[in-house]
């Protein structure tokens, strides 16, 4: 069929359409449904079932899919960062085509893409307007199933109608307009730059359109939608047929149906094109929520009438209080003293994520511990640094107590200062810090490799650690690896044959030679000087693969939106045939195989943070890195992280360095993203530990910073004005 026969139609179903919106637009009534979560397309975006809509899930809201059929399986994860704004990150293996036809590069490894997707929400419905959003498919990759697209929604009673307009992939039937003569993608490139993994902008909204489009229903039976989809791709120009391997297609029409699990999943079943079906399951969780409930003490009740116990009652009733603090509000007391007409302690906080929350519990009791003083004072410590100081008038207390103004709020009386050394003090109890131990669980992770889509290792990590003075500390860590499939792991030099220092390369080596590998042994001192100026040292083994000095600085103002500093060092690699050797040649040869390794060298960065105040990019904070990385490559690393209001933090991360795409490898420049998620939303009791999730696409060179444990800006973490931010971000 010529396209000359197609647009008559295709437009007068899109006149239908948009009538029929119009005439049911005064009759706009959204049904109240038991299940509000949206549901997710083959591609891991909100949509039907090939295509997107210009639906959007609710702020925080996560999905992990997986979906196969006869020709592909999908992994992807998509979170609504914000109302307006749905990302996605999307695997795809392609069945029986192998990642390249020498087996001793890739075995018998399918053919994996990776894709990036982003969908704007233009407009919001209302009585007559639809829903309208813009949307990209496939930003970083090889293009496989690149598209751009605008698509509007409506909603009558049970039925919510979508009718888009796509480009690329997503129009590749041409229906709309684009002449397939010339060529089956309407002259649109399918070439990518460098080794994927770049953002290929010229080929936007170029090439073959065709309309796409459908419903989905909601059934009375709540749990079950029901879908109908009208595809714009006709799959003429997809992989495997260029490949060899035809994808079957009869129809345009695809239907479907979700089954929602409560509110934490979804089973998706379809059958598409009239050739084959599709089954798929989402697990959901909503990021945005701060609905938790945990088992705790009951918050200290201030007693107005407290009297003052007498000097010989002192030494037992402040000890008291020391025990109060940390059981009833998480604070480990340093120091309890007096100072003019305060009570101040200087406390680390080791429980409770929200702070307003902590310090209630706090200045309540120190109120009925000591109700002759006007004011208190609680000076954070972490890593035996004064970070920040919050003080509490008496008088304010009293009258939040007894609610003496509407909707009065605790975090409203304090007032956040940099923390001073009193001119006279009174010291009623002094805990000396010492030791500290900790296990937990570890994963390691790379996806996409061409020896294996999936290369992981999981063990034990345990660290133990001492503070020799308050600022000193020494401490030590070990991992034990249960188990690994990195024996797949074949890397080593790009193809073109050009070289650089294989510095993250060899974790092969580090894992089979190493059951039980020393991560690191060090010393770290932690200080401020003067107001707002931290230093940091750090000396041994600072990490798994690395080891040498390190020398931190940060500037940061108390409730500041920025931050400045850098770290320098001197590394040297350590060796992975030995638990504390180093690299003594610079160029290791293994058989004919040469490659070179850093056995003492300088990396280091200046480093600008900058959380952004505006409303609608509300809990966003940057990272700007520049500097020499551990290859001796120069470049830049910018680093986007979203805090929502449940405490989960995910960030984003992309280097860019000096290197050539030839010199880099596959994916040509590093990128990455992490979820940091606090333990007790999975817990009944407070704590303010994280588990963190990082993922890195492969394992590559270029681009690679060094680790060497708690940097200052997460040291100084205090100093921020919002409840919790960015930690352990690259």
């Known amino acids: 069929m010529n396209n000359a026969v197609r647009i008559p139609r295709l437009a007068l179903a899109i006149t239908l359409i948009g009538l029929s919106t119009v005439a049911i637009a005064d009759e706009f009534d959204a049904p109240q449904l038991s299940y509000t979560n949206p549901s997710y397309s083959d591609f891991g975006g909100v949509g039907l079932l090939q295509t997107p809509t210009a639906r959007m899930a609710g702020e925080g809201m996560f999905s992990l899919g997986a979906r196969t059929n006869d020709d592909y399986i999908f992994y992807s994860t998509n979170v609504q960062l914000f109302p307006w704004l749905e990302t996605s990150i999307r695997y795809t293996i392609v069945k029986d085509i192998l990642y390249s036809s020498d087996p001793g590069f890739s075995g018998d490894t399918e053919l994996t893409d990776k894709g990036i997707d982003i969908k704007l929400r233009l407009l919001e419905e209302g009585d007559y307007l639809p829903n309208l959003a813009v949307g990209v498919r496939d930003i970083g990759g090889t293009g496989l199933f690149a598209g751009e697209y605008l698509v509007a929604n409506k909603r009558y009673q049970n039925f919510d109608l979508s009718l888009g307009m796509g480009f690329g992939y997503l129009g590749q039937s041409a229906n709309l307009a684009g002449d397939r003569s010339l060529d089956a993608a309407c002259g649109r490139s399918g070439s990518y730059g460098g080794n994927g993994g770049q953002v290929d902008y010229d080929r936007w909204f170029t090439g073959c359109v065709g309309v796409f489009g459908g419903m989905s229903y909601q059934t009375p039976y709540s749990p079950l939608t029901l879908k109908l989809e009208y595809d714009g791709n006709d799959f003429s120009n997809e992989s495997p047929g260029r490949r060899g391997k035809e994808i079957e297609y009869n129809t345009p029409w695809n239907i479907g149906a979700v089954y929602a699990l409560d509110d934490w999943g979804q089973f998706t079943l379809s059958y598409q094109r009239g050739t084959t079906f599709s089954v798929g399951f989402n697990l959901l969780a909503d990021f945005g929520s701060t609905s938790r409930r945990w088992n705790d003490t009951a918050s200290p009740i201030l007693n107005a009438n407290a009297q003052q116990v007498s000097q010989e009652q002192q030494d037992a009733h402040y000890r008291a209080l020391m025990r109060d603090l940390q059981n009833e509000a998480g604070y480990v007391v340093n120091r309890i003293s007096s100072e003019d007409d305060a009570l101040v302690i200087s406390a680390q906080q080791i429980k409770y994520r929200d702070r307003y929350q902590a310090n209630e519990r706090a ?40 609610q003496a103004a509407p909707n009065m709020e605790y975090k409203s009386l304090e007032q956040r200062a940099v923390p001073t050394e009193p001119a006279a003090s009174t010291d009623y109890y002094q805990r000396n810090s010492g030791w500290g131990f900790s296990v937990e669980p570890t994963l390691g992770q790379s ?284």
């Open 447 to 730: 996806f996409g490799s061409s020896e294996d889509f999936y290369l992981f290792n999981i063990g034990i990590s345990g660290s133990a650690s001492y503070w020799l003075t308050d600022n000193l500390q020494f401490s030590s860590s070990a991992y034990l690896n249960l188990y690994d499939n990195y024996d797949k792991f074949l890397y080593t030099l790009p193809s073109d044959g050009t070289s650089i220092p294989r510095v993250r390369t060899l974790i092969r080596q580090y894992l089979e030679n190493n059951t039980v590998l020393i991560d690191s042994l060090k010393l770290a001192w932690y200080d401020r000087l003067g107001d707002n100026h931290f230093i940091g040292l750090h000396g041994g083994y600072l990490e798994q693969m690395y080891a040498g000095g390190v020398v931190e600085y940060l500037y940061r103002e108390v409730d500041a939106s920025w931050a400045v500093g850098f770290e320098a060092a001197y590394v040297a690699q350590r060796d992975p045939e030995t638990q504390l050797g180093l690299f003594d040649e610079r160029v290791q040869c293994q058989g004919a195989t040469c490659y070179e390794v850093i056995t003492g060298d300088f990396t280091g960065h200046v480093n600008l943070h900058y959380r952004i105040p505006q409303e609608w990019l509300n809990g966003v904070s940057t990272k700007l890195s520049f500097g020499k990385y551990l290859a001796g490559d120069v470049g830049a690393t910018v680093n986007f992280t979203k805090a929502f209001d449940s405490g989960v933090v995910i960030g984003a991360f992309a280097t860019k360095t000096d290197l050539s795409a030839a010199e880099y490898g596959e994916g040509s420049f590093t990128k990455g993203f992490f979820i940091s998620m606090p333990f007790d939303l999975f817990t009944t009791q407070h704590t303010n530990s994280r588990a963190n999730i990082g993922w890195a696409p492969l394992t590559r060179d270029g681009g690679q910073k060094l680790g060497f444990g708690s940097k200052l800006h997460g040291v100084s973490a205090g100093r921020s004005p919002v409840q919790w931010e960015n930690p352990n971000r690259p």
């Open 363 to 402: 200045v309540t009791l120190m109120a009925n511990a000591e109700p002759t003083v006007n004011e208190y004072k609680i000076i954070t410590l972490s890593h035996g640094v004064e970070v920040v100081e919050t003080s509490v008038q008496r008088e304010d207390l009293l009258a939040y107590a007894n």
